[in-house]
Structure formats: structure tokens, C-alpha cells
T-cell receptor, first 115, second 112 residues
């Protein structure tokens, strides 16, 4: 596709349920980030994938959060046993980090609401 | 890792006035400094960036300045318009990496 695609765009779930959020980066982009953005807040870094390197998971807030990136392309962010404080917009971004610029291209985000 | 501080957190200006947002970074080896704009309900998008081999870069009404000695860079918006109202984020990479660390953002309101 032409841009970063995220699904679902909206997800409403009940406390305690697991959710999976998907990100399709721009083809050829080697780097992929997940961020969380609560209402009116900044970009909270969650995880960073770069090529075949071990991901930087330092931003994951708890062991309920995990992410994987299969085949260097699609990524899935999984939140287990969701809590109300997990409600936020989850943004994915990708970039090509081989040239002169590391510009990030963001997806539209997945809005998660935990009831 | 890199630490990026951004100020102010909110900024209100009259239409036509200038706005300045400042960021400091901790890693002296950082060499790339982008600014992203996020309009309400939309995704962040790159608006301008600067590399460490130059001190200033302009694009129409926006400019970015870099002071490597002091480890700070600033976004300048002149002749502000209502459509400039948004949240602006600065960022800097870790040394030896493209991985970006973002500032906490500045909410700019341009009052007509």
C-alpha cells in the first residue's frame, strides 16, 4: 500500500480480554515503531524493530504487552488481560533507515477502549 | 539513551505573530533533528528536519535552528495562521542509530 496501514481502527473490549493490533508498514521500510498516545498526551514509545536486530522493548509498560514482527514486515501488538488504563490510541510508524533520512511515516492509529 | 526535553508544553499566540518551540538533547553525537506536526485527530507528520552539518534550515514560514555546542534546536513559525494550531514534537536519534526519541510535545494555539 501507499502508506502505513493499521487495523482495527477502533476496538472496544472488556476489561480482562486480550487484544491484537496490526500494523502493515510501507513496503521496504526496515524500521517499525509502536507508540501509545493517551488523550491529549505525547507519544509514549513502546517498542522498536530494526531489520533482523533484536527489538528494543524498553518502552513496554508491563509484561501484558508484547509485539512481534514477522518476516521483517507486518507487526502485531498484543495486550493481554486489558485494563482500563490501556485505553489509548496505538500508533505504528515505519521508516527506511538506509539513506539520508530516517523520516517516520505514521499510520492512522488503532483506538482502543477498555470498558 | 537519548533524552529530549521540549518547552513550552503549551503556547498561545495571536494570528500573525511568531512562535518558537525549543528542544534540548543529551547525546552530543546525535546528528539528525526532525520536527513533527500532529493536527487534532490526525497522525503526526514530518514538517522539517535539520542535520548537524548546518545551523539553520528554512521552508517558507517555518525554520529550524541548531546549536550543537549547547545541544539545543528550535522550531520557528512566522506569520502564524489558525491552521498552524496543532501539537508539535521534536525528536533526536540515539548515537549511532536512527532510533528516534521524541519530546513530550507542544500544543500551539493560534488565536484569530
Amino acid at each position: 500500500g501507499a502508506g502505513v496501514s493499521q487495523s482495527p481502527s477502533n476496538k472496544v473490549t472488556e476489561k480482562g480480554k486480550d487484544v491484537e493490533l496490526r500494523c502493515d508498514p510501507i513496503s521496504g521500510h526496515t524500521a517499525l515503531y509502536w507508540y501509545r498516545q493517551s488523550l491529549g498526551q505525547g507519544l509514549e514509545f513502546l517498542i522498536y524493530f530494526q531489520g533482523n536486530s533484536a527489538p528494543d522493548k524498553s518502552g513496554l509498560p508491563s509484561d501484558r504487552f508484547s509485539a512481534e514482527r514477522t518476516g521483517g514486515s507486518v507487526s502485531t501488538l498484543t495486550i493481554q488481560r486489558t485494563q482500563q488504563e490501556d485505553s489509548a490510541v496505538y500508533l505504528c510508524a515505519s521508516s527506511f533507515e538506509g539513506g539520508d533520512t530516517g523520516e517516520l511515516f505514521f499510520g492512522e492509529g488503532s483506538r482502543l477502549t477498555v470498558l | 539513551g537519548e533524552n529530549v526535553e521540549q518547552h513550552p508544553s503549551t503556547l498561545s499566540v495571536q494570528e500573525g505573530d511568531s512562535a518558537v518551540i525549543k528542544c534540548t538533547y543529551s547525546d552530543s553525537a546525535s546528528n539528525y533533528f526532525p520536527w513533527y506536526k500532529q493536527e487534532l485527530g490526525k497522525r503526526p507528520q514530518l514538517i522539517i528536519d535539520i542535520r548537524s552539518n548546518v545551523g539553520e534550515k528554512k521552508d517558507q514560514r517555518i525554520a529550524v535552528t541548531l546549536n550543537k555546542t549547547a545541544k539545543h534546536f528550535s522550531l520557528h513559525i512566522t506569520e502564524t495562521q489558525p491552521e498552524d494550531s496543532a501539537v508539535y514534537f521534536c525528536a533526536a536519534p540515539r548515537a549511532g542509530s536512527y532510533q528516534l526519541t521524541f519530546g513530550k510535545g507542544t500544543k500551539l494555539s493560534v488565536i484569530p
